[in-house]
């Protein structure tokens, strides 16, 4: 990590040590819940992966339940507030949340604390063959899949196609991916919108019924400052092949998805925790769940991390040698 970034780190661990209770009741404290998100998504995959690896469910001090949730920004909301103990969130809500920056929500959620990266979650924008739709500023007066209301997809929805100029132009429809890639396939919607690692298998879905696109979103958010703006943003491509009909590499932007932790959580739990996905064994069990987590590394542990780590994870990675 950067410097800047490690000084960051530092003083969040500093703050949130000696935090090593959860909850007044005793019982509760032993469930841990693991908030994931929607159906067709990769983040209740995690939440999933985690809950049912064999030396997980071994543990004896506590029990973790995976629970769905409309995604980033809701587990965002429900970790800062206790309702879950762990979730994914993007390290943009993260960040944004921390600095009472979010969209329409100026409250600042500093009790939500980074565990580790899990994978890049990149943009993806469909559309049909020939629709005529080459660029997200051509959405206009479409009928567009923008994600759950409350999860990341919509709310990263919202942030680029606000820069972009469109988002009170196009015929909004809230809804999961797989729900998107079923209306779009019945030509419900125009196009739908994907915040998720590929290959998606909504996608693949929208593939078999539809000649599908995917729009080069790198092109628009270079062309109109959106890097500048939101720096956490990194470019990268989805590759040719990747989807069926789509044969060149198709450029984008993502966010990190991040493991979090509310403050409270007990430092070893959620060292333990890390001890036991981080290892040769876990991290097969995680890949064998879904592909996007060969990402998951102890290299790439604190990648996309810009906010302060939870104290128990700090002591893991310092271990590791990732931070000094």
Do not use: C
Request: hydrophobic share 40%; charged share 20%.
């Amino acid at each position: 990590m950067r410097k800047e970034v490690k000084s960051l780190v530092v003083s969040g661990f500093a703050l949130a040590v000696g935090l090593t209770s959860f909850s007044p009741d005793a019982a509760a404290a032993k469930r841990i819940v693991f908030g994931g998100g929607p159906a067709g998504g990769t983040f209740q995959v995690v939440a999933n992966a985690v809950q049912t690896y064999g030396p997980v469910k071994d543990i004896k001090d506590f029990t973790v339940k995976a629970q769905s949730s409309a995604g980033s920004v809701e587990n965002l909301r429900k970790v800062n507030a206790g309702r879950s103990h762990l979730g994914v969130v993007y390290s943009g809500h993260v960040y944004l949340g921390r600095n009472g920056q979010l969209k329409n929500d100026t409250r600042k959620y500093e009790d939500v604390l980074a565990v580790s990266y899990l994978y890049g979650a990149p943009a993806q924008l469909v559309v049909r063959t020939g629709s005529g739709v080459k660029s997200t500023k051509d959405l206009v007066g479409k009928k567009v899949g923008v994600g759950n209301a409350g999860s990341g997809a919509f709310a990263n929805a919202e942030l680029f196609f606000t820069h972009m100029g469109v988002w009170d132009k196009i015929e909004r429809n809230a809804m999961g991916y797989n729900d998107a890639a079923a209306a779009f396939g019945n030509n419900q919607l125009d196009a739908f919108w994907l915040f998720t690692a590929f290959p998606s298998g909504a996608v693949i879905m929208a593939a078999q019924t539809n000649d599908i696109a995917l729009i080069n979103l790198e092109k628009d958010a270079q062309e109109s400052g959106f890097f500048d703006k939101y720096p956490y943003f990194s470019k990268l491509s989805v590759p040719a092949g990747t989807y069926k009909g789509v044969d060149a590499e198709t450029p984008s932007f993502q966010d990190s998805a991040l493991w979090v932790a509310n403050s409270k959580v007990p430092d070893d739990v959620v060292y333990k925790l890390l001890s036991t996905i981080y290892t040769d064994e876990g991290l097969k069990h995680m890949v064998a769940q879904k592909k996007t987590f060969k990402e998951m590394a102890i290299e790439t542990g604190a990648n996309g991390i810009v906010t302060p780590l939870h104290p128990g994870a700090a002591k893991f990675w310092k271990e590791k040698g990732v931070l000094k």
